[in-house]
């Protein structure tokens, strides 16, 4: 009885152990999946404020020849 005690004992601790890498590698996944989410997010707003920089620019370079083609 004793023996079949420390044998399920032992793989009760083996199991145990994978089970914690298993859910160790989903959390690993998911932090992984967000961090690049947030790059994406990061890229996408980057490109949107160049963008409007450029607007901007061109804007304000209309807005100086017209003033200048006026004076």
């Known amino acids: 009885m004793t023996a079949?005690?420390?044998t399920f004992g032992?793989?009760?601790g083996?199991?145990?152990l994978i089970a914690l890498l298993i859910v160790l590698v989903k959390q690993l996944i998911a932090l992984v999946a967000?961090?690049?989410?947030?790059?994406k997010i990061a890229i996408?707003?980057?490109?949107?404020?160049v963008f409007l920089l450029i607007i901007l620019a061109m804007l304000r370079a209309r807005?100086?020849?017209r003033r200048e083609a006026g004076d």
Not at 34 to 39: D, E, G, R, S
Not at 44 to 49: E, Q
């Open 14 to 16: 083996i199991l145990t």
């Open 44 to 49: 996408v707003i980057a490109f949107v404020g």
């Open 63 to 65: 807005g100086q020849r």
């Open 34 to 39: 967000f961090l690049m989410v947030a790059l």
């Open 4 to 6: 079949l005690l420390a």
């Open 10 to 12: 032992r793989w009760g």
